[in-house]
């Protein structure tokens, strides 16, 4: 590839390409076993997925490049996947095929291929093409593009020992020549106008394969070109920007067509060709419905689809959160009584009793905060793989994007919006199921005004003290305000931030297959353990802060007045005066409701002195309360800065600490307008 | 000859001749990069008349279904066809 030979590290790399839906995670997990990692790439949500293969005594570094139909400039997917192959020269890509689709899966393969690519084919499915009477020559197919094809079966581990081997073969041999399409005479005489301003610059000609990057300059690459004008200071590259110009417009003027449009057509036509030298169908077998059909029929049906996802969605929710509850507690519990244990053990030991708290509350209450998550997170995971895997999770979108799509989302944005009624920590890592960058972050974003569990406790508290004949209503009009809130704030946010980049709705509906037991563990294990590792630290930081702030200084009552975070309540208090609650008390209850919302309640219990089981007790008797000043608080509750875990997996999920601050700054300032106009308006009204 | 159409209005069940693809790059790319290119056919599995469409995409081999928006699906200009017998998806 060009002049520069990258010098060979000690650790060949291996990368893995191919559309979605083709069994590349499961080729990934036969080759890295257990030792894969998972990252992002940087600057950018995708998620980046790396492992170790070993083979013969030898290590190798396998990295599965992001799924994508294509490599141009349209999605991150794509361009990550291209400047990967492009500027860090994997040794081989093995480029994973779906054998039951190949026209469509050759694309990829010839974009790889023309880009100069050391590539091995891994014809995956094979056992669904035979099933569908599909006869493919893998040697022809071989032949004609010039590199291994192997068959394989990735979810029985066929074809993978062969697989292996051939990539490790390929590594040694030299590097191919890039693969040449004919063209037609008009486009190829214009690439070789382009090819020869190219090869005189060598900065342009060391860093792109000439022949690629003048067909990305016809074809009007927006990457490309403001790569190549980024490097203006080369009177050359200038040139060649001017003649890709005039290049275009020559033919789009002789050919009446765009020459994208031009040269995606004859690439094609080569695919077409290939396919009809290679593959061999029986006549006569393909019957007009295949069993896909017969489900889709059923599971995409006009009336029954959405009835028949909503039972679905309510399966995932309650199984996830019924099953969670009881594990989650156990650990909480078990870590409680470890608190106790060494506190009790420390305080014997003669230790200070600041540093027994803190060895109670700070260090085993934070672990245990983290730990809580583990169960629901698991468990999520391992319905959304299910549901994934076993291709009904497509078919929810496409029955969903009727109804998100009039408020602006993506139909694969229903299910990180209604798990946020559980838990907004696994809600947004949901999110990952969304292709589209800014589907995500939107959703990523107002998934915190979804009424999680934990902030139930507090509505119910103040709701059945204030609101004793009208509970039901209060706790409903709060979840409901969220979800109006939400459908506000993604609007608002795609208009603002995500603008242009509203996704067209296109998507595959790949076969229904059954899920494996072995890719459905990896990637619930995936998930846990990130959140542990990611999200975990920032979690017990937090928690250790806020025990800091309430037991000191040394020798206060836990959260009171006096203490530093008693103090701090006390600075913040004169900011929600307007909303009604302007009492220390309140404000205190409000940061420690940043460790989890649930925290609310025990925190006024303590505050007001008479402990959690007697919080509403308190709440009446200080006389700091009516009910409209309670319903505001409840809205600032639901609305305000989402929990510390919340924050630390928004962090992870949009690799971002701009848009972290962002939705705590957000929330924080949407939750204090929300409750002061609820509160004047109220008392404008005539309500107290 | 039939009368070309957005594909918003074809008809299920039968086959349609993708003609013309109006909208920026970016929706046309995206469409031939899953293979929705000029002169392909395609058989229309399902269309409810809200909501987004199914189409199987035929390349002479193998099927493959895609869910179209109904907004992308109005950009797609196409010519109906009586679908071919034996196979949902043959290419002309």
Same mark, same amino acid.
């Given at each position: 590839m060009g002049a520069t030979v990258k010098s060979r590290p000690e650790i060949q790399t291996i990368a893995l390409a191919g559309n979605l839906n083709v069994g590349k995670t499961c080729i990934f997990n036969a080759l890295t076993g257990a030792r894969q990692y998972v990252g992002n790439w940087p600057g950018v949500t995708v998620e980046k997925k790396e492992g170790r293969l070993i083979h013969e005594g030898r290590t190798y570094h396998v990295i599965d490049l992001p799924g994508t139909y294509s490599l141009s400039a349209y999605s991150e997917d794509e361009v990550i996947a291209r400047n990967y192959i492009l500027f860090d020269k994997p040794h081989v890509v093995i480029n994973v095929v779906d054998a039951t689709n190949l026209e469509r899966n050759l694309y990829l393969t010839t974009l790889l291929l023309e880009m100069g690519a050391n590539v091995v084919m891994a014809l995956n499915m094979m056992d669904e093409a035979q099933q569908r009477n599909i006869e493919i020559d893998p040697n022809r197919l071989s032949q004609l593009l010039g590199i291994p094809v192997v068959p394989t079966v990735a979810t029985r581990n066929q074809g993978i020992k062969e697989l292996i081997a051939r990539a490790v073969e390929r590594m040694a041999a030299p590097s191919p020549a890039p693969l040449k399409i004919d063209y037609g005479k008009d486009i190829e005489g214009e690439i070789e106008k382009l090819q020869e301003l190219i090869e005189k610059t060598p900065v342009i000609k060391d860093r792109y394969p000439s022949r690629w990057l003048a067909l990305k300059l016809l074809e009007g690459d927006r990457r490309v070109i403001e790569e190549i004008k980024e490097i203006k200071w080369d009177k050359n590259a200038e040139k060649i920007l001017i003649q890709a110009e005039e290049s275009r417009r020559y033919l789009s003027e002789l050919l009446g067509d765009d020459p994208e449009t031009l040269i995606v057509d004859r690439r094609y036509g080569f695919i077409a060709g290939l396919v009809r030298e290679a593959v061999k169908k029986k006549p006569g077998v393909e019957k007009r419905?295949?069993?896909?059909?017969?489900?889709?029929?059923i599971v995409t049906h006009r009336y029954l689809g959405l009835p028949i996802f909503l039972v679905a969605m309510w399966a995932v929710f309650e199984l996830t959160f019924r099953l969670a509850e009881p594990l989650s507690e156990w650990l909480e519990e078990a870590f409680g009584w470890l608190g106790e244990a060494s506190a009790g053990w420390l305080a014997s030991m003669g230790a200070p009793e600041i540093l027994a708290s803190f060895v109670k509350d700070g260090l085993f209450g934070g672990v245990g905060a983290v730990l809580v998550f583990i169960p629901p997170i698991f468990l999520l995971f391992f319905f959304i793989s299910l549901l994934e895997d076993s291709g009904y999770m497509a078919r929810g979108a496409y029955v969903m994007d009727r109804i998100m799509h009039s408020f602006g989302l993506h139909g694969k944005s229903f299910i990180p919006m209604l798990l946020g009624f559980g838990c907004n920590v696994p809600a947004i890592m949901a999110t990952r199921t969304l292709e589209n960058r800014s589907d995500r972050m939107i959703t990523i974003l107002i998934n915190p005004l979804m009424s999680c569990m934990a902030r139930l406790p507090v509505y119910l508290l103040f709701a059945m003290t204030f609101f004793p004949e009208h509970t039901g209503i209060v706790v409903f009009s709060l979840y409901l305000l969220g979800i109006l809130l939400a459908i506000l704030m993604g609007r608002?946010? $795609?208009?603002?931030?995500?603008?242009?980049?509203?996704?067209?709705?296109?998507?595959?509906?790949?076969?229904? $297959?059954?899920?494996? =037991?072995?890719?459905?563990?990896?990637?619930?294990?995936? $998930?846990?353990?990130?959140?542990? $590792?990611?999200?975990?630290?920032?979690? +017990?930081?937090?928690?250790? !802060?806020?025990?800091?702030?309430?037991? !000191?200084?040394?020798?206060?009552?836990? =959260?009171?007045?006096? #203490?530093?975070?008693? &103090? +701090?309540? #006390?600075?913040?208090?004169?900011?929600? &005066?307007?909303?009604?609650?302007?009492?220390? &008390?309140?404000?205190?209850?409000?940061?420690?409701?940043?460790?989890a919302k649930e925290a609310v309640v025990g925190t006024l219990g303590a505050v007001y002195g008479v402990g959690e089981e007697k919080a509403h007790v308190g709440i009446l008797e200080s006389g700091h309360w009516t009910p409209l000043s309670a319903y505001a608080f409840l809205v600032m509750t639901l609305i305000y800065i989402p929990c510390v875990a919340t924050i630390a997996v928004i962090r992870r999920e949009t690799n971002s600490w701009k848009w972290t601050a962002f939705a705590v700054a957000y929330t924080l300032v949407l939750g204090w307008i929300t409750a002061v106009l609820i509160y004047q308006v109220g008392r404008l009204l005539g309500f107290s | 000859m039939a009368a070309v159409v957005p594909l918003e209005f074809a008809r299920p069940g039968k086959d349609v001749i993708i003609k013309e693809v109006a909208g920026g790059m970016g929706i046309r790319r995206r469409l031939t990069d899953l293979g929705l290119v000029k002169g392909a056919r395609a058989h229309v599995v399902r269309n409810d008349g809200f909501g987004p469409l199914i189409l199987a995409l035929g390349d002479g081999v193998s099927c493959c279904r895609l869910a179209i928006g109904r907004g992308m699906a109005h950009k797609i200009m196409v010519e109906e066809r009586e679908p071919v017998d034996g196979s949902l998806c043959s290419s002309e």
């Open positions: 419905l295949t069993l896909s059909d017969k489900i889709d029929a608002l946010f $795609r208009a603002l931030f995500f603008k242009g980049e509203v996704a067209p709705f296109v998507m595959e509906l790949p076969p229904y $297959r059954m899920p494996t =037991a072995k890719s459905v563990l990896i990637h619930m294990w995936d $998930r846990g353990s990130a959140f542990i $590792r990611k999200a975990g630290t920032i979690i +017990l930081a937090v928690v250790i !802060l806020v025990w800091a702030l309430a037991n !000191l200084p040394v020798g206060v009552e836990y =959260a009171s007045e006096e #203490s530093w975070l008693g &103090q +701090l309540g #006390s600075v913040f208090a004169p900011l929600f &005066q307007p909303a009604g609650f302007g009492h220390w &008390q309140a404000a205190v209850a409000l940061i420690t409701g940043i460790l | -």
